[in-house]
């Protein structure tokens, strides 16, 4: 190991072509099994927007926006705005934020199965209470244990798929979680159409069922193996390489294994993660870590999934027509998810979140346009219209599911380095999901102020984050876990921030020699680089 020197990520030096192994039946049961876990996230976004707009729901709940909702002549906007209807939905995911930072040091401490399992629990008990409900409180209660779950398993699920994948990989198999989550909502879409008619507790039985999705999480949990970078990073070097060689298919895995050790080596020189991720040195990944799940959210992907039923009543539709609907982009998001997976790993994640963009900024603008000309605060949309509108959002939804639905997870559980890979998702989980809240907590209101305008304030920011990927976000495909420091050290802006040396631990890469070559600016994508910029280790620090 020339120089024998720790990078920012603990790692000496680049070897991602010695990387050797083959996709493995072990990694793809063990990616598919961990991956149910976004199930949970999925199922809870689809079945509160259905449920919501269940009228024995509302009469038993909510009394006060039933009576609304039965008006004739009300204001199409604003006929669901009520800030208790609205704290059901939202209630869960500013617990879900308190308890990914909790499950920080867990998943660190005890592993990325520990935390898995302890939300699986965690969410069915709260499928039970919700599904028991006899009043508000008892409801609420069971958003929070719902939340404490989906806090748990959004924290360790992405960690745990992006370490499990082999490097070529990474991105496709990430995307697990987002395919899972996907079904999750096209599932709960299609029960609350069928559950609507069952009265008076067919809502009972559509918030009930959560617990099949929690129970394959738990079990999934109990049965997966443990990642080996976890493994190493609590010290089971042996039986961490073991494992290595198995989900990877060979025995020849000295360079990867060698990447686990030397990170696991600075990560556990580094007592406070969450002190440590402030430091300069790890800027960029959290600068990531904090725009790229806000900016996911501000899409307005979760107000048209969480309200898809409301949203389309609200415009006009049928009770059955709404369901109807939203079922429809339900299962959109699900199949343009696979699109995602067969071209992450080929033309990377830049092309995919900025072409997505430019779509969702097109679809948002036209569906304002319709509603604002077409669509009164007394008025119907004529059928033509509606399906027109139906029709856009459905590529909205589409264009989502290829684009920030997936990379809005997968690109920030891949640019950590080991000491604060924990500490960073817990991050990343809590942004996503304070903005899930205030976006959950203010749509209603919002849509009732702004009527048609809603649309183009979600296209502005849309347009604003397709800006700050083409900018700041380098391609990641490619590039091994342990090695992504290089990858910040290259780009024309990052290079400018990070320090030269961090706690005499970071030696000039001019002692690493000149076979350590890492050949970012070959990666599609990464164009944003210098093309005059060395290609080798020698100027990356």
């Not at 024995?56 to 006929?79: G, I, T």
């Not at 969410?123 to 919700?130: D, E, K, Q, R, T």
């Not at 559509?206 to 609590?234: F, H, K, Q, Y």
């Not at 107000?303 to 059955?320: E, H, K, N, T």
């Amino acid at each position: 190991m020339a120089g024998g020197s720790f990078t920012t990520s603990g790692v000496a030096k680049a070897r991602a072509e010695q990387y050797k192994g083959r996709v493995t039946v072990h990694v793809i049961i063990a990616c598919i099994a961990a991956a149910t876990g976004g199930s949970l996230f999925g199922y809870d976004v689809g079945i509160s927007g259905g449920v919501t707009s269940m009228d024995d729901f509302l009469q038993d709940f909510f009394p006060s926006v039933y009576k609304q909702k039965m008006h004739a002549h009300e204001n199409n906007y604003c006929k669901y705005d009520n800030q208790g209807l609205a704290a059901f939905t939202s209630s869960l995911y500013i617990a879900g934020l308190i308890a990914s930072l909790v499950a920080s040091p867990i998943t660190r401490n005890y592993g990325r199965r520990i935390s898995i399992i302890g939300g699986g629990i965690s969410f069915l008990i709260g499928s039970a209470l919700n599904a028991a409900a006899a009043n508000l409180g008892m409801l609420i209660i069971g958003r929070i244990m719902l939340g404490v779950g989906i806090g748990f398993g959004n924290q360790a699920v992405p960690l745990y798929l992006s370490e499990m994948a082999p490097t070529h990989l990474r991105g496709g198999l990430n995307m697990m979680f987002q395919v899972a989550t996907t079904f999750g909502i096209f599932t709960a879409n299609m029960i609350n159409y069928g559950t609507q008619n069952i009265k008076p507790w067919g809502w009972r039985l559509s918030l009930g069922l959560a617990a099949i999705p929690a129970l394959l999480m738990t079990v999934g949990g109990i049965l997966l193996p443990e990642t080996p970078n976890s493994l190493v990073e609590r010290g089971a070097n042996e039986k961490g390489r073991r494992l290595l060689e198995k989900i990877r298919g060979t025995n020849d895995v000295d360079a990867e294994f060698q990447d686990m050790v030397e990170a696991s080596e600075l990560a556990n020189s580094i007592k406070h993660p969450f002190r440590n991720i402030l430091e300069k040195r790890n800027r960029p990944e959290l600068v990531m870590a904090i725009f790229m799940p806000m900016f996911q959210i501000l899409t307005g992907i979760n107000s048209i999934l969480f309200y898809a039923p409301v949203l389309f009543q609200s415009m006009g539709f049928g009770r059955d027509a709404s369901l109807y609907s939203s079922a429809l982009t339900g299962g959109v998001l699900a199949f343009s998810t696979f699109i995602s997976i067969a071209t992450v790993d080929r033309l990377g994640r830049r092309p995919l979140l900025i072409s997505g963009g430019i779509q969702m900024i097109t679809c948002q603008v036209i569906v304002a346009i319709i509603l604002g000309i077409k669509f009164g605060e007394n008025q119907e949309l004529s059928k033509s219209y509606s399906i027109l509108v139906v029709v856009v959002i459905c590529l909205f939804v589409l264009a989502f599911g290829w684009s920030w639905g997936p990379l809005g997870w997968t690109v920030p559980s891949e640019i950590f380095p080991l000491e604060v890979r924990t500490a960073g998702q817990s991050i990343t989980v809590a942004v996503n999901l304070l903005f899930t809240f205030i976006i959950a907590q203010a749509f209603l209101s919002l849509l009732c102020s702004f009527k048609f305008g809603i649309f183009l304030f979600f296209a502005g920011w849309i347009t604003i984050m397709t800006i700050f990927v083409f900018v700041f976000l380098p391609e990641t495909k490619g590039i091994p876990i342990e090695e992504m420091t290089f990858m910040w050290r290259r780009h024309w802006f990052w290079k400018r921030i990070l320090p030269d040396t961090t706690d005499g631990r970071v030696k000039s890469c001019k002692e690493l020699g000149e076979g350590d070559a890492v050949q970012l600016s070959q990666i599609p994508g990464n164009e944003l680089l210098n093309s005059d910029m060395p290609t080798t280790a020698h100027d990356a620090v």
